[in-house]
T-cell receptor, first 114, second 111 residues
Framework: DGGITQSPKYLFRKEGQNVTLSCEQNLNHDAMYWYRQDPGQGLRLIYYSQIVNDFQKGDIAEGYSVSREKKESFPLTVTSAQKNPTAFYLC?????????????FGSGTQLSVL | GESVGLHLPTLSVQEGDNSIINCAYSNSASDYFIWYKQESGKGPQFIIDIRSNMDKRQGQRVTVLLNKTVKHLSLQIAATQPGDSAVYFCAENMGADGLTFGKGTHLIIQP
């Protein structure tokens, strides 16, 4: 069953802690993305990667970090510098680079602060 | 502010009726538009897309209309079913800035 897998579904962060959200895809897509969604809001781009070992900041990259060591994987770390991390995080991928391509989304990770 | 917006945050329709969800965009250079459906606690699912060289595109029970003159995008859902209840997002490709998503419209189906 091809698609994008995000884990965990729910994650809790303590004060000063870094947490990592996993995103794996088996669609053989080149591009991968991380979005943040707050209640009643649209999706905001955190980071994106168009190729392995390369990634670009999106609109709200502060307090987040990513890596792209493998084509299939694009983990997102929410660092302690992110003071308001509670949100629904969505990973997506697309078959080609460039923005005129539809994104395929994972099922999301809900991050909350303890 | 966001260039992609919505006219109604919540739309309530009777089961079996047709639904029309609207979006406005501000960038006349946008060349690609896409609609997603998102159910509570899940990731967005692709519904339909349209490029700027088209005015209309049809899928299964859905139609997207693009009016470039007034920079307006709409999603029509025919014979609305209970499973259509969700939040619907439009997004536009603004070139180097990537996809910009609207806040979404919550579609509620009345029995």
């Amino acid at each position: 069953d091809g698609g994008i897998t995000q884990s965990p579904k729910y994650l809790f962060r303590k004060e000063g802690q870094n947490v990592t959200l996993s995103c794996e895809q088996n669609l053989n897509h080149d591009a991968m993305y991380w979005y943040r969604q707050d209640p009643g809001q649209g999706l905001r781009l955190i980071y994106y990667s168009q190729i392995v070992n390369d990634f670009q900041k999106g609109d709200i990259a502060e307090g987040y970090s990513v890596s792209r060591e493998k084509k299939e994987s694009f983990p997102l770390t929410v660092t302690s510098a992110q003071k308001n991390p509670t949100a629904f995080y969505l990973c997506a991928s697309s078959s080609r680079t460039g923005w005129s391509e539809k994104l395929f989304f994972g099922s999301g990770t809900q991050l909350s602060v303890l | 502010g966001e260039s992609v917006g919505l006219h109604l945050p919540t739309l309530s329709v009777q089961e079996g009726d047709n639904s029309i969800i609207n979006c406005a965009y501000s960038n006349s250079a946008s060349d690609y538009f896409i609609w997603y459906k998102q159910e509570s606690g899940k990731g967005p699912q692709f519904i339909i897309d349209i490029r700027s060289n088209m005015d209309k595109r049809q899928g299964q029970r859905v139609t997207v209309l693009l009016n470039k003159t007034v920079k307006h995008l709409s999603l029509q859902i025919a014979a609305t079913q209970p499973g259509d209840s969700a939040v619907y997002f439009c997004a536009e490709n603004m070139g180097a800035d990537g996809l910009t998503f609207g806040k979404g419209t919550h579609l509620i189906i009345q029995p």
